[in-house]
């Protein structure tokens, strides 16, 4: 049966995130250059990124433009428009679109408010109440929420 919606083109799967992140710190490169920041953390055949950055590509979220026999690949979406689409989903999903609620969630303070349905939250997994957390957790930036 076909599919009756279509995503959105910014919500990536992994695979596309990875091949953008390498090509956002690249600031453009080949496939070549894209497979060697990935092979540290993913060892990727090379078909396999051709056939990512072609779907990117048909995506309009990378552009690319022949040079010799490689295709040179650009980003034409900054990280920043990514991440703010994925906030966006995930505050709508999970926290009621109030970036408030997620910045309490990540604080520690998750039972500052009510659920969307005005009953009180649920207890954390391991039982009884969650404390406020002292420090930021370590790599989240909290200005951008």
Request: glycine residues 8%; charged residues 30%.
């Amino acid at each position: 049966m076909p599919r009756k919606t279509r995503n959105h083109p910014l919500d990536l799967p992994p695979l596309e995130l990875d091949c953008m992140r390498a090509l956002w710190g690249l600031g453009e490169g080949t496939v070549h250059e894209v497979r060697a920041r990935l092979l540290p953390e993913r060892a990727l055949a090379y078909t396999t990124v051709t056939t990512v950055m072609d779907y990117l590509s048909k995506k309009e979220l990378v552009t690319r433009q022949k040079r010799g026999r490689a295709f040179v690949y650009r980003p034409r979406v900054s990280e920043e428009a990514a991440r703010e689409h994925a906030l966006g989903r995930l505050t709508r999903n999970f926290f009621d679109s109030s970036r408030e609620r997620l910045r309490a969630y990540l604080l520690g303070d998750a039972g500052a408010f009510p659920a969307a349905d005005g009953r009180a939250p649920a207890p954390s997994p391991g039982g009884g109440e969650t404390a406020p957390r002292e420090d930021k957790p370590p790599g989240i930036d909290t200005s951008l929420l």
